[in-house]
């Protein structure tokens, strides 16, 4: 039972443009969800976070989407850069518990 | 400030065998995490600690699987006997009791069972 599923396996994009990464969820439960980033041979990066009251957050390039009814977010990386090039996860918890993650998405940027 | 650090980065043992592997939390993080992503699916929770306590093992695939963290600070993950199907990277994660949920995540140790 997939909690948490990211749909798009991979993604290319442009330098300079917008990346679009997006993650459905089926449990109503999740009050808290993140996004990280993943470089071969190594752990998952931290790179932004919302809490279920909020439908929006910004950080730099990154922004995370939260639409509650839809179950469903995004993260928009805007201006892409070819450094953005990895594996990002999407992943939920309920109140600071384990996270649940999606299967990832490979984005690769073009320079 | 150091980061979560495991150990070993790689491991290559036979069906069968023993295999420990280590993870040293940041530094003041109660809360430790173990999870597992095999043949590059999804990343999978395995289980948590708060301190020296387990506060969830729902993620653990069987007995075989036996976690420690002694004294509330570094944790180990033993794995015995290791079967095929275990090879996979484990990763560690901790973060902080209060605030927000960000765990950070250690390097992985890669396993792989023959």
């Known amino acids: 039972d997939q909690q948490v599923k990211q749909n798009s396996p991979s993604l290319s994009v442009q330098e300079g443009r917008i990346s679009i990464l997006n993650c459905d969820y089926t449990?109503?439960?999740?009050?808290?969800f993140l996004w990280y980033k993943k470089y071969p041979a190594e752990g998952p990066t931290f790179l932004i976070s919302?809490?279920?009251?909020?439908d929006k957050n910004e950080d730099g390039r990154f922004t995370v989407f939260l639409n509650k009814s839809a179950k469903h977010l995004s993260l928009h990386i805007v201006p892409s850069q070819p450094g953005d090039s990895a594996v990002y996860f999407c992943a939920a918890s309920v109140s600071y518990g384990k996270l649940t993650f999606g299967q990832g998405t490979i984005l690769t940027v073009h320079p | 400030e150091a980061g979560v650090t495991q150990f070993p980065s790689h491991s290559v043992i036979e069906k069968g065998q023993t295999v420990t592997l280590r993870c040293d939390p940041i530094s003041g993080h109660d809360n430790l995490y173990w999870y597992r992503r095999v043949m590059g699916k999804e990343i999978k929770f395995l289980l948590h600690f708060v301190k020296e306590s387990k506060q969830d093992e729902s993620g653990m695939p069987n007995n075989r699987f036996l976690a420690e963290r002694t004294g509330g600070t570094y944790s180990t993950l033993k794995v015995q006997p290791a079967e095929l199907e275990d090879s996979g990277v484990y990763f560690c994660?901790?973060?902080?009791?209060?605030?927000?949920?960000?765990?950070?995540f250690g390097p992985g140790t890669r396993l792989t069972v023959l």
């Open positions: 919302i809490s279920s009251i909020k």
């Open positions: 449990n109503s439960m999740f009050d808290y």
């Open positions: 994660a901790s973060s902080q009791v209060w605030g927000a949920n960000e765990q950070f």
